[in-house]
């Protein structure tokens, strides 16, 4: 008994030997990216945040929408740039020390569960790889920080007997990490509490049924302490992430009167999305983008295939498909995730599905081995289809954030921006967030001085309408495109989508260039596109 809990599982390639080669490969493949201005969300908020925290030490923001997120990211951003300094090539480079982390989480937690190095390979390489993962490995989103302390947290709590073939670790030790672990992620981002409170649900019902694994091992590794004792430390172990999560609202409330940030914050990411259609519509959403979206569908009918084949008996591999209670953990952190976000969150962004998708890859890795010795050619065979998907958008609509598309957005911006910058200083601008908000920070990297501004909400029809008003006090509009719309012949994944997005999801069609222009009684003077993304100025008459 004493030699089988002294011989425990050790890792075939240790992460912390890895973490300087995968760094290197992380860093290289996003190279060309490094020095892009921020995107989006990362200028609208995070950045903002952050810089506020950089500056003047404080942690609700000051310069920017306050709506409650936690601060870690604020924290360690500002942190790294007392280090190296303030400016994006500084960001990216801590966003890819963070995504090596999520990475050598996602080999050691498929190590623990597939038992082969091989297989752990393939399933972070197909994660690095997946095209929503790849985009968002330097941009300085909560989520990458928000998932890097989830996936090790799974590290540590799936480390236990008779969920691993040959580990035997310390549950209480084990238990207390993930618990930390889980805390740190909910403070990067308040959903990933979602996380734990859904093993916290698994814990419960293996109180009630707990798996009987007879074995001297098994009894052994409990140590002092029983069975019952064991479990309510787990339990408690994975309520704990919800206790500084709640003392940071608790500060936060105390700080702007506001518990979750602002009504209309707090309006548009849950109350208003508790609507039986847009649940339903959202839940299939969240399912198309689990299993199918930006070339998913490759693995997981690759893994559905051989999974459903009739195969002799004598051609079957003998290697387990994975242990029952880590297929429960997988499906229920699954299940979790898929519920929870179709509720929280107005805009269905993919990125907060990030500690997801390494679990449905170790799942079709799982059945790609357990069926075919040739398992490797169908990792090649999908690492490929997402090497593709990181280039080529998809023939339907989907957020340029999700590919290298935001790549050709944020370039077109810039040159756009330095246009107006060369051919009109001084003019007021009309124009939309993100654009406005990039013209008025020049922290944010586009600009050396604010430039002027008049907001409207998009390009749409209605919107362009109502800035063509005669009273109007800027000379040129710098107008883009806010959403990807696919090229004719494009897929709808579900029938009568765009009328229910328009309801549900701020869906819009922008006018064109010269349709803005016609509207503005103006002329376009410059325009771009790439690859669906596009750009122009519209110079307009003084009146």
Avoid at 190 to 207: G, M, Q, S
Avoid at 245 to 259: E, I, S, V
Avoid at 314 to 336: D, H, I, M
Wanted: aromatic fraction near 12%.
């Amino acid at each position: 008994m004493k030699g089988a809990i002294e011989t425990r599982h050790r890792p075939f390639l240790s992460p912390t030997l890895l973490f300087a080669p995968v760094f290197v490969v992380v860093y290289l493949t996003h190279w060309t990216l490094l020095r892009l201005p921020y995107y989006w969300d990362e200028g609208s908020y995070y950045i903002p945040a952050a810089w506020d925290f950089y500056r003047l030490g404080t942690l609700i923001p000051v310069t920017t929408m306050r709506n409650a997120h936690p601060p870690l990211p604020s924290i360690l951003l500002a942190g790294w740039w007392k280090l190296t300094g303030f400016h994006p090539y500084s960001t990216r480079l801590l966003m890819c020390l963070v995504t090596t982390a999520a990475l050598l989480a996602v080999f050691r937690l498929a190590e623990l569960l597939l038992d082969s190095a091989p297989a752990a390979l393939a399933a972070t390489l197909l994660t690095a790889l997946y095209p929503v993962w790849f985009a968002q490995s330097t941009l300085a989103h909560a989520d990458m920080f928000a998932a890097a302390f989830t996936l090790w947290g799974f590290v540590f709590y799936a480390n236990r007997t008779g969920w691993t073939r040959t580990s035997h670790a310390p549950p209480v030790a084990n238990a207390i990490q993930a618990a930390l672990l889980f805390a740190l992620a909910a403070l990067a981002k308040e959903t990933a509490v979602v996380i734990p409170a859904a093993l916290f649900l698994l814990e419960l019902w293996l109180a009630f049924y707990p798996e009987r694994p007879d074995t001297s091992v098994y009894a052994a590794s409990q140590g002092a302490l029983g069975a019952k004792q064991v479990s309510g430390i787990r339990l408690a172990a994975m309520a704990f992430p919800a206790v500084p999560l709640a003392a940071w609202y608790g500060y936060h409330r105390l700080a702007t009167g506001f518990t979750f940030g602002n009504p209309e914050f707090l309006r548009y990411n849950a109350s208003a999305n508790l609507s039986p259609l847009r649940v339903t519509l959202s839940l299939w959403h969240r399912l198309s983008h689990f299993t199918i979206h930006m070339l998913l569908f490759v693995p997981v009918l690759l893994a559905c295939a051989v999974l459903l084949a009739r195969t002799d008996e004598a051609e079957r591999r003998q290697v387990p498909f994975l242990t029952r209670g880590a297929t429960r953990f997988l499906l229920v952190v699954l299940l979790a995730q898929w519920l929870a976000f179709s509720v929280l969150g107005g805009a269905l962004l993919t990125r907060y599905l990030l500690p997801a998708y390494p679990l449905v890859l170790i799942l079709c890795v799982a059945a790609w081995r357990s069926r075919m010795r040739t398992w490797p050619a169908l990792a090649a065979l999908s690492a490929a289809a997402f090497a593709i998907g990181c280039q080529v958008a998809p023939p339907y609509a989907f957020t340029p954030e999700d590919n290298l598309s935001y790549r050709d957005m944020i370039v077109v911006h810039q040159h756009a921006i330095h246009q107006l910058q060369q051919r009109f200083s001084g003019a007021t601008v009309l124009t939309a967030w993100p654009v406005a908000a990039d013209l008025q920070r020049p922290e944010l990297g586009y600009v050396t001085h604010p430039v002027p501004t008049v907001a409207v909400e998009n390009f749409s029809a209605e919107q362009v309408a109502k800035a063509a008003a005669p009273r109007h006090t800027y000379t040129l509009a710098l107008v883009f495109s806010t959403k990807y719309d696919p090229p004719p012949g494009g897929l709808d994944l579900l029938g009568g989508r765009r009328t229910y997005d328009s309801l549900y999801y701020d869906y819009h069609r922008d006018l064109r260039p010269q349709e803005i222009a016609q509207v503005l009684g103006g002329t376009v003077v410059w325009q771009e596109e790439r690859k669906g993304e596009w750009a122009a100025l519209v110079q307009v008459p003084a009146r």
